[in-house]
Every structure is written in structure tokens, then in C-alpha cells.
């Protein structure tokens, strides 16, 4: 059998991005930078962004998406510019915010692309900075050390990470005890029962798991 694929997760709660973002929004506030246009780095970075510009009264919100990872903690190689900002930014003190810079390429894309087009001032917030990225945003609140990096699950992509995750469970037949298990054991998470069978549902209308004969299947 193939080494069964293994790496640490971590299932955050919107308590926790409610709480840093606010931490990250009262940063750049008591460092007396007064973004006048938000860019949220899509689609990681789109809710973390709209709160900053809640907390700092901002009402320009633009987006501009990069694509990296692909599928959950894997990258496809070079990150990609792949929607440029479609506004004027000429002039303006423009905030980049993401959900986490990993490689950092994300944000060092978007910067460059940004920068392009004559805005007075660029910053760049993240919630979380991991410490191997090449790129340190101006704003964050979470330090990860490299040695602990970890694929963090935001809210916002839940349901999607654990659709990617759940068929790496299945190296065997399991019941749905033992996909729990394997949620545990491989990714170091704790999925309820509730949301696992929604995940094995979703999966099994696409096709991409099957329940015929599953141990995990009851007719
Ligand atoms: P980067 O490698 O810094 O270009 O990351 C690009 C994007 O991929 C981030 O904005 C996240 O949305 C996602 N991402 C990268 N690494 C992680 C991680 N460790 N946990 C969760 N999401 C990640």
C-alpha cells in the first residue's frame, strides 16, 4: 500500500476570524494608516476584507483573484493573476488583505500588479502569516512558525476542504467511526458525526465516492 497521506489540519471557528480581523483592522487604525480602497484577495481573503472595511469605514471594496492552491494543501506551482482590478486606484492608500500567506506569492502577485496603477500608498493585512512566506505583511495577527505549518480550514471553505480531505480516509473500506478516526489519526481533526455524513452525501452525488456496498453506507 501507498504511504497513507497524512498532514496537520486545523478547523477554525468564526469567533476566532471575527477576533482577529478586528485585531488586524485596529492595528492598521493605531498605526494611523487610513486605507480609502480595500483589495480583498479572492476568494481567501473576500470576508476578511469586507470586515476591515466595516471596522475602518471604508466603502470601496474591490477584488482581484490569484489561484495557487488548486485543491486543499496542494499547489498547482506558480501562483496566477487571474482577475486584475477592473478600478481606478490611482492615487489612493490601497490595503491588500488575505486570509494567510503561505508561500507569500499570492500577495507579492497582487502587490506588483497594484502597484502598477499609480496608487499612492500600498499595505498588505493578512489574519495569518506563516514564517516560511516570502513576503511579510505590513499586518497580521497570527504568527505561524514553519515547523508548525498547518492547513488551516477557514469557514468560509469548510465544506469544500472537507470534500477534499474525506476520500484521503478511504485507503480502505471504513464505517463512518473509522472515516472519523482517519479524520483524527491522518489530519488531526475532529469532525462531527452530523457533518460527516453531509460531506459523504455531497460526495456521493458527484460521483466521487460510492455508496454502493460502502461500510459506511446504510440503505
Ligand atoms: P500563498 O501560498 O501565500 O500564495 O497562499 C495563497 C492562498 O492559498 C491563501 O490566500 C489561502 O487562501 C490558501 N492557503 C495557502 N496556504 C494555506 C494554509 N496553510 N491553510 C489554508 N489556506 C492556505
Not at 31 to 48: A, E, K, S
Not at 93 to 108: K, Q
Not at 152 to 168: A, M, S, Y
Not at 184 to 189: G, L, V
Request: hydrophobic share 40%.
Amino acid at each position: 500500500m501507498d504511504k497513507v497521506e497524512s498532514f496537520k489540519c486545523r478547523i477554525l471557528t468564526w469567533d476566532e476570524i471575527a477576533k482577529w480581523t478586528e485585531a488586524v483592522a485596529y492595528d492598521i487604525a493605531d498605526n494611523g494608516f487610513r486605507p480609502t480602497v480595500v483589495i480583498g484577495l479572492t476568494r481567501g481573503g473576500w470576508v476578511p476584507a469586507r470586515v476591515i472595511c466595516d471596522h475602518l469605514q471604508v466603502k470601496r471594496l474591490y477584488a482581484v483573484k490569484t489561484e495557487h492552491w488548486g485543491v486543499t494543501a496542494s499547489t498547482d506551482g506558480k501562483a496566477l493573476l487571474t482577475q486584475e482590478l477592473n478600478a481606478s486606484i490611482a492615487g489612493e492608500s490601497v490595503l491588500i488583505v488575505d486570509d494567510i500567506t503561505d508561500t507569500g506569492e499570492s500577495l507579492i502577485l497582487a502587490e506588483q500588479h497594484l502597484k502598477t496603477m499609480g496608487p499612492k500608498e500600498v499595505r498588505t493585512a493578512t489574519l495569518l502569516h506563516i514564517t516560511h512566506s516570502k513576503k511579510e505583511p505590513d499586518y497580521y495577527e497570527v504568527e505561524v512558525p514553519d515547523e508548525d505549518w498547518t492547513w488551516f480550514i477557514f469557514p468560509w471553505n469548510l465544506h469544500e476542504d472537507l470534500r477534499t480531505i474525506l476520500p484521503k480516509t478511504l485507503y480502505e473500506p471504513k464505517t463512518v467511526t473509522g472515516i472519523q478516526k482517519g479524520f483524527k489519526d491522518q489530519f488531526q481533526i475532529d469532525v462531527p458525526e452530523e457533518l460527516l455524513r453531509r460531506t459523504l452525501r455531497h460526495l456521493a452525488a458527484t460521483g466521487k465516492v460510492h455508496k454502493k456496498g460502502a461500510k459506511w453506507y446504510k440503505a
